[in-house]
């Protein structure tokens, strides 16, 4: 009697022995999935590494930016003895969200015990627990300038302070208290790059930008990409008047001009949005720029529904949902991810523009924001104001493209074999 | 010959028609557009524990028959234009049975795998590349079966040693392409079976394997048929296969049944011209022949089917008699559980016009046939 046998009861006539079992082949090859390859292959390339490095190098900039530029100090000892740490203070929720998810992501990477997914779930679940948590507990009071810890300066009761590698803030509007602007970048001086019209140093601004350059690149993809994967995966599992409906709504989509909406919006956006103007962006390049995904998607799943193991899938009576994202969007994804790297720079760039146009962020520190100032109100050219953004921005679109053409080559079999010879 | 002409049949096919467009996107004008019957007519009965295979060349709709069954066939492009499927197999005692052409496809889902399981040709891209054959095994079993997972961890482990795989715990966590071609047959036929299906249709399982596995597999088959009490629709076009494991048989062409009978009487008597011609081109051991006799000519674009019979330019039988070009023969019984649609055959004036219906399931095969026998 065989196991299935014992464990489902059914009635009937006794088992034949079972025949010989067959010996696998040595397992020689080692357990390697797709993803494993394609990761491997892509680290290979040298132009990837750069890319994935500068990526760090944001990330790092964007995690601790509160850290590395702020001019609280992380600890104050006052002359009658007495401890403060200002800048903890004044950590808003998503100041302490992003380091400790970013801690967690780092464990869990380094976990090599457990399986990918496990460690992709714990990573979700951790990290809305850390969001929810952080986002009801912290409310920082909102304090513009350094003030409460320029007054302990000015009673004489510091005794000695720790502040961060760049002691200022990135809006300290330091023009109000008769602080020079437009001061050349000076290195070892107090202003390695330099300050800008209102007097607020540039290269705390960098760093503090960097979490929007960021963030707006993978969230606006991100809606893209979750769009265009759902519309093009049911008009090509369907095909037929889904198909023909679906592509005429992408040409619609294309049709449209990301970056004069973009502008309308901006201008027709009331004032007391400008908190939500950055998010009002990212929705709307992620709302215009799915199209590309939506006809790359198509094509994939117009290719793979004929294939044996999608109507293998079918024929095991999986529902549409299991068929369309469990069979099929895992091996019609390659060519999505190259292209949202691309989607990506894209993004950051739309973001740069409108704020070089003074269309964009309104408070918040940005590449694009301070590339306008070059040329901005003191009317003659500000090199260091154009330098230092522009080349971040360079950077950055450089390395999502040297990102996106490495995967490109790692999932691509036919420039596989061309290397490999 | 145990007497199950009382029994029920399982699965009816009656005059099933399935057609598909031709004439390209480009084609605008209705003329030019025009549908193909890829499928015309079949009917097919096949009983509990029974084997049916049907055969024939490639694009006689073989395929299409199975895949109608499980409503498998994408539509649009592909359409039911009749016919009705009859599934009794209903696990809740539901004798009436359900015509599976007309469920909806959320009932279709409950039948797929869970009652009526299939098996696909091509064993090297059957399985999905991204994920290991546990988890695949997994979701099919999780879906069908009210199990905790730990359960169907053993279940999936459980029909892979059925399958005749060693070291299934492990097995379970590779990934298809660390599989051989047979390992793979194997494992599809696992996941198959794991749902304990009451009818398996298994398309050409057998047709991208080496020969040495092909017998491994279709030993492995047959013996789960047996000791699972399921049906086999066998779809393939290799007459050894039929010898070895059809109790009825079932020759198409051009999409239609051309010749229906008990193996026996197909393989002693094959009454069509088209049968003749199928067992006159296999190798016979030694046999005295130079070359092999072939049919001549090849099977007619779907798109431009002859008129009448739709073998008559390529019969033997026909010598110009003008009837087979302008008249297509219906499905006769000739001789008692005989059937074949051509007017040459002897006796078929006389034939009756009967549906095809034969409940004979050769005697169960108490030993299995020795391992590594090779085909008949």
């Not at chain 1, 995690?63 to 950590?91: E, H, I, M, N």
């Not at chain 2, 605008?28 to 015309?40: F, G, K, M, T």
């Not at chain 2, 492995?220 to 296969?241: A, N, P, W």
């Amino acid at each position: 009697m065989s196991e299935i046998d014992a464990l489902i009861p059914h009635p009937g006539m006794p088992a034949p022995e079972p025949t010989a079992l067959v010996q696998p082949p040595p397992r020689d090859q080692a357990r390697q999935t797709l993803l494993g390859m394609v990761i491997q292959r892509t680290f290979a390339n040298t132009g990837a590494v750069i890319g994935i490095a500068w990526l760090g190098v944001l990330a790092v900039g964007a995690v601790g930016a509160p850290f590395l530029a702020s001019s609280y100090p992380l600890v104050v000892k006052t002359t009658d003895g007495q401890w403060f740490f200002p800048l903890f203070r004044y950590l808003t929720a998503v100041d302490v969200m992003l380091p400790i998810l970013m801690i967690l992501a780092i464990a869990l990477v380094s976990l090599r015990r457990f399986s990918a997914r496990k460690r992709v779930v714990t990573f979700f679940l951790a990290g809305i627990v850390v969001a929810t948590t952080c986002l009801l507990l912290i409310h920082p009071q909102r304090r513009e300038v350094f003030s409460e810890h320029r007054e302990l300066q000015a009673a004489g009761k510091v005794q000695w302070s720790i502040s961060p590698p760049v002691p200022y803030s990135p809006r300290d509007r330091q023009r109000d208290l008769g602080y020079p602007t437009y001061l050349p970048p000076a290195l070892g001086g107090p202003h390695w790059m330099g300050t800008e019209s209102s007097g607020s140093d540039v290269f705390s601004r960098m760093i503090h930008a960097c979490r929007i350059a960021l963030s707006i690149g993978f969230i606006a993809t991100g809606i893209a990409v979750v769009i265009g994967v759902i519309v093009g995966g049911l008009m090509g599992y369907f095909s037929g008047v889904i198909d023909l409906l679906g592509m005429r709504l992408v040409e619609i989509f294309s049709a449209i001009p990301t970056l004069f909406l973009l502008l309308t919006l901006v201008a027709v956006m009331p004032p007391e949005w400008n908190p939500y103007r950055l998010y009002a962006i990212m929705v709307l390049i992620g709302l215009t720029g799915w199209v590309g995904y939506a006809r790359f998607v198509r094509a994939e799943f117009l290719k793979l529904r004929k294939q044996d193991f999608v109507q293998a899938a079918i024929a095991c009576g999986l529902p549409l949902r299991s068929v369309l994202f469990r069979h099929m969007l895992p091996n019609g994804v390659a060519p999505v991810l190259v292209e949202a790297s691309f989607g990506v720079a894209s993004a950051i760039m739309f973001e740069s523009v409108l704020s070089f146009l003074g269309v964009g962020l309104v408070d918040e520190p940005s590449w694009g924001q301070m590339l306008g100032e070059a040329i901005g109100a003191a009317g003659s050219f500000k090199w260091w104001m154009a330098v230092f953004p522009g080349l971040a921005i360079f950077f950055t679109v450089m390395a999502y493209n040297l990102i996106g053409e490495a995967l490109r080559d790692a999932i691509d079999p036919h420039s596989q074999r061309s290397t490999m010879l | 010959m145990p007497d199950t002409s009382q029994n029920k049949p399982l699965l009816q096919i009656r005059d099933l028609a399935v057609s598909f467009p031709t004439g390209g996107r480009g084609a605008r004008r209705a003329d030019q557009r025009r549908r193909v019957r890829a499928v015309n007519g079949v009917n097919l009965t096949i009983y509990p524990q029974q084997t049916l295979a049907v055969v024939g060349e490639s694009g006689c709709g073989k395929s299409v028959t199975a895949l109608s069954t499980l409503q498998l066939i994408p539509t649009p492009p592909g359409r039911y234009d009749g016919g009705s499927i009859h599934w009794y197999g209903q696990q809740n005692g539901d004798s009436a049975g359900v015509d599976l052409l007309r469920l909806p496809e959320k009932k279709m889902r409950d039948i797929r795998g869970n009652q009526i399981a299939m098996i696909f040709q091509e064993p090297m891209t059957s399985l999905n590349p991204v994920y290991t054959i546990g988890e695949q095994i997994l979701e099919a079993v999780l879906l069908h079966q009210k199990v905790t997972r730990r359960q169907a961890v053993q279940i999936a482990e459980a029909a892979l040693r059925d399958v005749g795989i060693a070291d299934p715990g492990n097995r379970l966590k590779e990934y298809p392409h660390q599989l051989s071609g047979g390992m793979r047959q194997r494992v599809m036929i696992a996941m198959a079976l794991a749902c304990q299906p009451v009818l398996l249709l298994a398309d050409e399982p057998t047709t991208a394997l080496d020969v040495t596995i092909q017998a491994q597999i279709l030993e492995l088959l047959r013996e789960l048929q047996t000791r699972r009490h399921m049906s086999v629709l066998l779809i393939t076009h290799d007459l050894g296969v039929v010898a070895e494991n059809a109790d009825v048989v079932a020759v198409m062409y051009a999409g239609r049944v051309v010749e229906y009978g008990l193996v026996h009487d197909v393989f002693k008597n094959p009454l069509h011209p088209y049968t003749r011609g199928l067992f006159n081109s296999m190798p016979a051991l030694g046999g005295a022949h130079l070359r092999l006799l072939a049919i001549p000519g090849n099977v007619p674009d779907p798109s431009q089917f002859p008129t009448g019979c739709p073998f008559h330019p390529r019969c033997p039988s026909m010598q110009g008699d003008p009837q087979c070009a302008n008249e297509d023969p219906p499905l006769l019984e000739i001789t008692d559980k005989h059937w074949a649609a051509c007017w040459h055959v002897p006796g078929y004036k006389q034939g009756k016009r009967t549906t095809p219906d034969i409940a004979y399931r050769r005697e169960a095969v108490g030993a299995p046939s020795p391992p590594g026998r090779g085909l008949g």
